[in-house]
Each structure stands twice: as structure tokens, then as C-alpha cells.
Nanobody, 121 residues
Framework: VQLVESGEGSVQPGGSLRLFCAYS????????MAWFRQVPGKGREAVAR?????????FYTDSVKGRFAIGLTATGNQMYLRMDSLKPEDTGVYYC???????????????WGQGTQVTVS
């Protein structure tokens, strides 16, 4: 599975950004897809996850519920993360990830994008 991200940017608090992740490769190896966020000194946190092949169920960490939306574009093999009402604590490097099907897509991500910087200030 190959993942290529686009859409980095800087916005003021309350603004919006959209990130994209172009994917290719074995379908079963990307049955689950996710966006992770990493800030200096901390590990990567999964902020949004999606069943990319089976039903499209989505999962969000509490801090982004109601503000972020993960989805797949209708054409073009892309996953997106729509981020609204951005806060300074949303600042970080965002990675798209893919992995095989697991319960709630909670683990076992093995393919990663290159990371894209989001700054809210």
C-alpha cells in the first residue's frame, strides 16, 4: 500500500483545513484507514479512523468529535480529513495510515504517509 498526503497549511483558530491522502495497493491491506496526529514529545494519536472497505463506519477521538470528518472521495482513490473549528491544540504533523481489518480499526496500521504539517495559531 502506498500513501501520499497533501493539503498542509496554517490557519487561525476557528478556521478550516482539508487534508487528502491518495492511496493505492492491495485492498485488504487498506481495509482500515486513519489519520494520526503527532506533536513534539508525544506519540502518534489516531484522531479519526474509517472502515474503508466494509460499510464506511467512522471513529473519532473525543477531542475532535463534531469538528473533524474522515471520508473517502467518490472517485480518485483518496481519503480526506475535513477539519473545522480548529484550535491551537490541533497543531501537529498529520499522517494518513492504512492496515488490515481489525475491530473498530483500532490497531495494526502498517502503511504510512509522509506526514503533513498543520499549524493553528
Amino acid at each position: 500500500v502506498q500513501l501520499v498526503e497533501s493539503g498542509e497549511g496554517s490557519v487561525q483558530p476557528g478556521g478550516s483545513l482539508r487534508l487528502f491522502c491518495a492511496y493505492s495497493g492491495d485492498t485488504r491491506s487498506r481495509a482500515c484507514m486513519a489519520w494520526f496526529r503527532q506533536v513534539p514529545g508525544k506519540g502518534r494519536e489516531a484522531v479519526a479512523r474509517i472502515h474503508a472497505i466494509y460499510g464506511g463506519s467512522t471513529f473519532y477521538t473525543d477531542s475532535v468529535k463534531g469538528r473533524f470528518a474522515i471520508g473517502l472521495t467518490a472517485t480518485g482513490n483518496q481519503m480526506y480529513l475535513r477539519m473545522d473549528s480548529l484550535k491551537p491544540e490541533d497543531t501537529g504533523v498529520y499522517y494518513c495510515a492504512a492496515g488490515p481489518l481489525t475491530p473498530n480499526c483500532a490497531r495494526d496500521y502498517s502503511a504510512w504517509g509522509q506526514g503533513t504539517q498543520v499549524t493553528v495559531s
